[in-house]
C-alpha cells in the first residue's frame, strides 16, 4: 500500500537528510523539474548516499529521472543505489520501458529488478497508456497534470484534467497496476481543505494513493487514502455474513437493510487486504 508519496528535490540535502521522517510511505527523489542544469550530475552523484539512508527509514524511495540524454545514466545510477523504482517522465510508447529494461538488467544480477512508474505527460502518452500500463515492470500509473495541461495549451484546472487523468486511472485499473494521483493539479499545495477533498474523491474513484511536493500533504493522503474504522468494520460484517449465507446455500442476502452480492462481497475483501496492508483511521 502506498497512500502517500513526497518529492524531494535531488540536490537539496536539507530536504533529503529528513526526508524519511515525514511520515510518507515512499520518497520521491526528484532528479528533473526540481533541479536546475548545472546541477543534475551532482545530484545523480548523491543517489549513493541517499537512497539507502533515506530506506533507513522503512520507507521506499524512487527517483524521478530525466527524459532526455541523461536518462540511461540516472536510471543506472538509481538502480546500482538501491531504489525501488523509477518515476520515468514524459513515457509515450512502452518502447521506452523496453529500451530501460535492457540498459538496466547487467546491472541487476545481484538484485531484484527496479519498478517503473511511467509519468504520462503529452497526448501521444495519453493514446499509448493502455500499451504502456501493460509493459514489463511497471508498478503503477501517474500523470503529470501540468504538463498535460501545456500540452493541451490549456490551464491546469481541475475541469481540463479530470478526463485525461480518468483514461490513465482507467489504463491502470485494466492492466491491474496501481493508479496514482488527483484529479487535479498537485502544483498548489496552499488550499489543504482543497487537497483533502481531491484525495478522497480520488479515493472513491479508486485511486491508490498520490504524490505531493509538500510534506505537509503527507498527513493529508495517509488520512484520506486509508479505510476508516467504520469501513473496516462494515467490510467484516460483509465478510462474516457472507460466510454465513454461503454456508446456507445463499449466494445474495440482505444485511442492515442492504442487498449483498457477489461484487459488494469482493468490495469489503478488497478493503480488508488494503487495511492489512497499510493503515486504517479512527
Known amino acids: 500500500m502506498i497512500s502517500s508519496l513526497l518529492y524531494v528535490p535531488g540536490n537539496a540535502a536539507r530536504f533529503l537528510e529528513k526526508a524519511g521522517q515525514r511520515g510518507a510511505d515512499a520518497i520521491i527523489i526528484d532528479l528533473e523539474d526540481a533541479v536546475p542544469e548545472n546541477a543534475k550530475t551532482e545530484a545523480r552523484d548523491g543517489l549513493a548516499k541517499w537512497v539507502p539512508e533515506i530506506k533507513q527509514s522503512g520507507c521506499k524511495v524512487f527517483v524521478r529521472v530525466n527524459h532526455t540524454d541523461r536518462l540511461i545514466d540516472d ?4 538502480t546500482i543505489a538501491g531504489a525501488d523504482g523509477l518515476y520515468v517522465p ?7 520501458l523496453a529500451r ?4 538496466l538488467e547487467p546491472h541487476e544480477k545481484d538484485r ?17 497508456v493502455r500499451a504502456i500500463a501493460k509493459a514489463p515492470r511497471v508498478l503503477a500509473l501517474a500523470a503529470g497534470g501540468e504538463d498535460l495541461a501545456t500540452a493541451m495549451d490549456a490551464r491546469p484546472t481541475p475541469e481540463v484534467l479530470r478526463y485525461p487523468k480518468l483514461m490513465i486511472h482507467y489504463a491502470a485499473k485494466e492492466a491491474g497496476v496501481l493508479s496514482m494521483g488527483l484529479l487535479r493539479t498537485v502544483a498548489d499545495f496552499a488550499d489543504k481543505d482543497a487537497l483533502r477533498a481531491a484525495a478522497l474523491e480520488a479515493r472513491e474513484f479508486g485511486f ?3 504524490s505531493c511536493i509538500h510534506p505537509s500533504v503527507v498527513p493529508i493522503l495517509n488520512e484520506s487514502f486509508a479505510p476508516t474504522a467504520e469501513e473496516v468494520a462494515w467490510a467484516q460484517k460483509v465478510i462474516a455474513a457472507n460466510a454465513e449465507e454461503a454456508a446456507a446455500g445463499r449466494g445474495a442476502f440482505m444485511l442492515d437493510g442492504k442487498f449483498v452480492d457477489a461484487p459488494i462481497v469482493t468490495r469489503a475483501q478488497n478493503l480488508l487486504r488494503r487495511t492489512e496492508k497499510g493503515r486504517a483511521t479512527p
Open 112 to 128: 531484484s529488478p527496479i519498478a517503473f512508474v511511467p509519468l504520462i505527460e503529452d497526448m501521444t502518452g495519453l493514446f499509448e
Open 208 to 210: 491508490d494513493g498520490a
Open 100 to 103: 530501460l529494461v535492457e540498459s
Open 75 to 78: 536510471a543506472v545510477a538509481a
Open 90 to 96: 514524459k513515457v509515450s510508447s512502452p518502447d521506452v
